[in-house]
């Protein structure tokens, strides 16, 4: 059974850091490209990074562009959103989800995916 399950969100003020992780277990993470998917209040679903499966290609929602970083660690099966510089409008429950396919290709840009986690709660407020 797949699980993916997050950790790390809280209440930030502007400018600051939080670094979210995202536990998988049920499925061979490291064959899998991996996303984070936000959703803020009254909104819709926000993608906003994926990763290939090695770690070696990444892209990133234009507004989080230099300012958050994904990464993963395949021996500890854990994926991560390094978030600096956090601004207002980044406030939202933040998920990990994995597709059906391992391709890279078919989750940048993406909202619809097989598996989620619960998500985790980043509030930016001053």
């Known amino acids: 059974e797949v699980q993916l399950v997050e950790s790390g969100g809280g209440l930030v003020q502007p400018g600051g850091s939080l670094r979210l992780s995202c536990a998988a277990s049920?499925?061979?993470?490291?064959?899998?490209?991996m996303s984070w998917v936000r959703q803020a209040p009254g909104k819709g679903l926000e993608w906003v990074s994926s990763?290939?499966?090695?770690?070696?290609?990444?892209s990133y929602l234009a507004s989080v562009k230099g300012r958050f970083t994904i990464s993963r660690d395949n021996a500890k099966n854990t994926l991560y959103l390094q978030m600096n510089s956090l601004k207002p409008e980044d406030t939202a429950v933040y998920y990990c989800?994995?597709?059906?396919?391992?391709?890279?290709?078919?989750?940048?840009?993406?909202?619809?995916?097989?598996?989620w986690g619960q998500g985790t709660q980043v509030t930016v407020s001053s």
């Open positions: 989800a994995k597709k059906e396919t391992p391709a890279y290709l078919a989750y940048v840009g993406k909202t619809e995916y097989r598996y």
């Open positions: 049920g499925f061979t993470f490291s064959t899998y490209a």
């Open positions: 990763i290939n499966n090695g770690g070696s290609t990444t």
